[in-house]
């Protein structure tokens, strides 16, 4: 299989959480599989229960970052790290 990554992704296996909304934070166990500085690939058990973005937290919640899906399979997530819309505000985008 061709690999189609333009960065080389580090394998790792590291427990994580998924953050759902923001009034009342619902939070989603998972572990990551594979990270890089553009996204990540997450392992989880339902992943096609998951919206399109979400917020990921490596430091049980100290720091979020913004995420996208980019794919689904039977039980793994791809996605890629967003802008914070303050710092793509502050850039000009959006």
Same mark, same amino acid.
């Given at each position: ?27 989603? @166990? ?13 392992? /989880?058990?339902?992943?096609? !229960? #998951? =919206? ?9 919640? @100290? ?13 793994? /997530?791809?996605?890629?790290? !967003? #802008? =914070? ?10």
């Amino acid at each position: 299989m061709e690999e189609r990554r333009a960065i080389v992704r580090t394998r790792v296996r590291r427990a994580a959480e998924i953050v759902l909304g923001a009034d009342a934070p619902a939070k989603i @166990r998972c572990m990551l599989r594979d990270l890089t500085s553009a996204g990540a690939c997450i392992a /989880l058990e339902c992943p096609y !229960e #998951m =919206p399109d973005t979400f917020e990921l937290t490596l430091d049980r919640g @100290r720091s979020l970052r913004p995420c996208r899906v980019r794919w689904r399979s039977h039980d793994r /997530l791809g996605v890629s790290f !967003e #802008m =914070p819309a303050a710092q793509s505000n502050a850039a000009g985008v959006g």
